[in-house]
């Protein structure tokens, strides 16, 4: 296997991040707070005042305590990034998230793996949002075309009274591989909790998506939102569930795949439970094609046919 | 710049269009009056080649050229464009980046203009998504402002009035003016006598067969003084 030296391996994370689309003066700005992990190894941790990152390098990965402070508002999203460079390789990410009562703030995670031809990514997650914190999290991933890697995060959040956890999970640029997407989330009084999962899955992509959200607590809002395209022979099975388990808690399922072919498979199973009178919660699912006349609206504009579908797939995973 | 030659359809054996006969000018803003059911959205996907409609005899020449047998792209790339009466709303996708993709090439830094022209304002609208949070006339307008970013040769309006209210109505008909000022031929397809008055010409449908070709005021006494009483559901008495 291909060795790097440290400075090789940060280089190289940047480089792999760029080339994604990144924008590589944010993991470069020492204004930024940031997370960089490369296999096993902590290449950068720049907190910033409020927040709190101790790490811990294992055998196969690192252990990180994530903290932000009782009341503190971090102002600049904190960048975590996620990844091997090598072709084959595991690495396996525990995270132990505390985001105190009255704290605010906004993560972007990019995990990347360009050269994966046989590497798994695992992340175990127990994040708790204390009352009336923010957490926004986005976790977006660059693959390369191999599609070789098998991606497994888990999540089990904790939403305080009035907290708030906004999640999206994007995957859709190069090959998915395997995903076993698994996020439960349970929320207390007026908490609110939103999961947002966008993949496009091609070749013999395998995906596996369970978005579970508890209403707990009285008031206590939940969405479980995702949205899929398939191609070639890509399968795919969402899971979305919401229970409604207090007076008032309202939920929501919206699940929509798109297939674009005749190989791939979608299925989608939601589940919608209510154990109190006044809690209510709805699901939507869909599973088709791409609809033609939102095709031929583009081609009527000069764009040609796959032009059209793409600027769609593109539009959906946004 | 369009010749429609004897032009037909038939679907499931029943005739929809009928032999029809038509010519739009070059800047020429044709209207084609019609009751519902006649044929009006119809022409509109056989000429733009959408909804998988291919005529069944005639034919259709754009600028000297056949066009029946091109795909939608073909014919959007040799200028012809299409408005639909309900247009796709499409997740994701932003007002600015359907603007951008309907202009030509090293024209969408101007973008805004074309929905100040339908009376929209950018800093409100540009981005936003074209979905469900728009409403039926703002999807509409926009529909207009994106045809009028693409400068076609030739823009197939489809019932663009229904579902603008009142005060927005002259704004659409400016609108299909200034395409016109800017050099599109205009097939204005409507029910509405109102919308007719901005075209040069007006032919009224029936039955999927155009039956008279005139003058817009005259026309559409003559289409309100017969077609709007007339017993004869798409059997044309004339």
């Known amino acids: ?25 944010v993991l470069k700005s020492k204004d930024v707070a940031k997370l960089v992990v490369h296999e096993n190894k902590v290449l950068a941790n720049d907190g910033i005042k ?18 932000v402070e009782k009341g503190a508002k971090i102002e600049r999203p904190v960048h975590l990034c996620f990844g091997l460079l090598p072709k084959e390789g595991l690495q396996e990410i525990i995270m132990k998230v505390d985001a105190q009562d009255d704290s605010e703030v906004s993560v972007v995670a990019h995990c990347i793996f360009p050269n994966a031809v046989r590497v798994i990514h695992k ?8 009352n009336n914190a923010r957490f926004d999290y986005k976790e977006t991933h660059y693959h390369g075309e191999d599609g070789g890697i098998e991606v497994i995060p888990k999540a089990r959040v904790k939403v305080g009274k009035g907290g708030v956890w906004q999640s999206t999970f994007a995957l859709s640029q190069g090959l998915v591989g395997r995903l076993d997407y698994d996020f439960e989330v349970f929320c207390q009084e007026k908490a ?74 979608a299925v989608a199973i939601p589940i919608v439970s209510v154990t109190v009178d006044t809690a209510k919660v709805t699901h939507e699912a869909a599973i088709g094609s791409i609809d033609r006349k939102q095709v031929e609206t583009l081609m009527a504009r000069g764009l040609d046919e796959n032009e059209a579908v793409d600027v769609i797939v593109r539009g959906i995973l946004k | 710049m369009l010749v429609v030659e004897n032009l037909q359809l038939k679907l499931n054996g029943n005739s929809i269009i009928n032999g029809l006969d038509l010519h739009v000018g070059k800047g020429e803003i044709h209207g084609i009056l019609g009751e519902n059911g006649t044929g009006k959205t119809t022409i509109a996907n056989l000429i733009m080649g959408t909804n998988n409609y291919r005529s069944t005899g005639g ?11 091109l795909s939608v792209s073909e014919r959007a790339k040799r200028g012809i464009t299409l408005a639909w009466q309900e247009p796709a709303r499409v997740e994701g996708l932003t007002v600015r980046d359907y603007l951008s993709l309907s202009s030509k090439k090293g024209q969408s830094d101007r973008i805004e203009r074309y929905l100040l022209m339908v009376g929209m304002e950018p800093a409100q609208y540009m981005d936003r998504d074209i979905d469900a949070t728009l409403s039926g006339g703002e999807r509409k307008r926009i529909e207009m402002a994106s045809v009028l970013a693409m400068h076609p040769k030739l823009a197939i309006l489809d019932e663009p009035d229904s579902g ?25 397809i409507t029910h509405s006598e109102r919308v007719t008055e901005v075209a040069h010409r007006v032919s009224i449908l029936c039955a999927g067969k155009i039956i008279s070709t005139g003058a817009p005021l005259e026309t559409s006494q003559w289409f309100k003084n017969n077609c709007l009483t007339c017993p004869h559901i798409n059997e044309p008495a004339y």
């Open chain 1, 123 to 130: 992340m175990d997650a127990d994040i708790n949002i204390g």
């Open chain 1, 50 to 67: 409020g927040l709190k990152i101790d790490t811990e390098e294992t055998a196969s990965g690192v252990s990180v305590n994530f903290t």
């Open chain 1, 1 to 25: 296997m291909v060795r790097y030296s440290v400075e090789e391996e940060y280089k190289g994370m940047i480089d792999a991040y760029h080339k994604a689309g990144g924008d590589r003066r």
């Open chain 1, 192 to 265: 609110v909790a939103e999961l947002v999962v966008k993949a496009y899955g091609r070749g013999s992509d395998d995906i596996k998506i369970l978005e579970k959200i508890y209403l707990e607590g009285k008031g206590a809002r939940g969405m479980a939102k995702s949205r899929l395209v398939l191609s070639d022979k890509a399968r795919a099975e969402v899971r979305g569930e919401t229970y409604g388990n207090a007076p008032y808690a309202r939920g929501h399922v919206d699940c929509m795949e798109l297939v674009n072919g005749t190989e791939a498979v």
């Open chain 2, 164 to 188: 603008i209210d009142i005060v927005a109505l002259p704004l659409l008909l400016n609108g299909i003016m200034e395409m016109n000022r800017q050099g599109s031929s205009v097939l204005l």
């Open chain 2, 59 to 69: 034919r259709i020449i754009f600028e000297g050229e056949d066009i029946s047998k």
